[in-house]
């Protein structure tokens, strides 16, 4: 069994020397949610250092809110706002001798995506504009996978490892109650069931199927080094090959 490690990174959390030895997918943060060119560059560095696949983190232009507050813009709006970052992040990328290989949308931008099928289409296109051998990375069960695959884009579904799910397959929202998972145990506990039996636990108790190709582990959680190296540990020693998610 197989399975990408995914964090998002270049965001300027502190963490990602820590983290980058444990995942095999970076999502690096392309400077309109947070980052800049210059950070950009050394999380581009890190993950070269270390083998790991390099992916753009495109969100809203919005630093005052990390991303996170919901924006209403136009279809030619939205594909002007991800081309360019993922654009620049595949020119810094090869600049510095590597290869852009997935995009995974950040914070109201993937949320809002996940339950429009308008914007998914839009932030698909504008990835396919880039580069239609890169990976649409999408919340798993949602109307991102099947707007990638219909532009013409390999699709990767994303599960979380350290957040709260509804019962619908969506995330729980930030501004709730246990949104975010801190507990290292039962962090790995619902990673393995969801890789192992493609199956979570919702916040209200009910058992659902949830495909997953990659997982992800906010690189911005105060625990996320405890976290990712638990978790990254716990997946290998349970038989589970953790490898990019360019060669699943």
Known sequence: MKIDFNSDL???????????????SANIACGYHAGD??????????????????????GYADKENFGRRQMNLSHDEIIQLVYDQVLL?????????????????????YNQA????????????????????LIFVGLANSVMIDAAKNVGLKAASEVFADRAYTNDGKLVSRNEEGAVIHDEKLCRKRVLKMVQNGLIDTINGKEIAI???????????PEAIALVRNIHDYLIDMGIKIIPMVEL
């Open 10 to 24: 270049g965001e300027g959390s502190g963490n990602d020397e820590a983290i980058m030895p444990y995942i095999t």
């Open 89 to 109: 992040m595949k020119e810094l990328t090869e600049e510095r001798g590597g290869k852009l290989r997935h995009v995974k949308a950040h914070g109201a931008l």
């Open 211 to 221: 495909q997953a190709d990659t997982v992800c582990l906010h690189g911005d959680n």
């Open 114 to 133: 996940s339950v429009s099928v308008e914007l998914s289409k839009a932030i698909a296109e504008a990835v396919f504009k880039v580069d239609p051998k």
């Open 37 to 58: 060119e210059d950070m950009m560059k050394r999380t581009i560095d890190l993950a070269l250092e270390n083998s790991v696949s390099i992916g753009a983190h495109p």
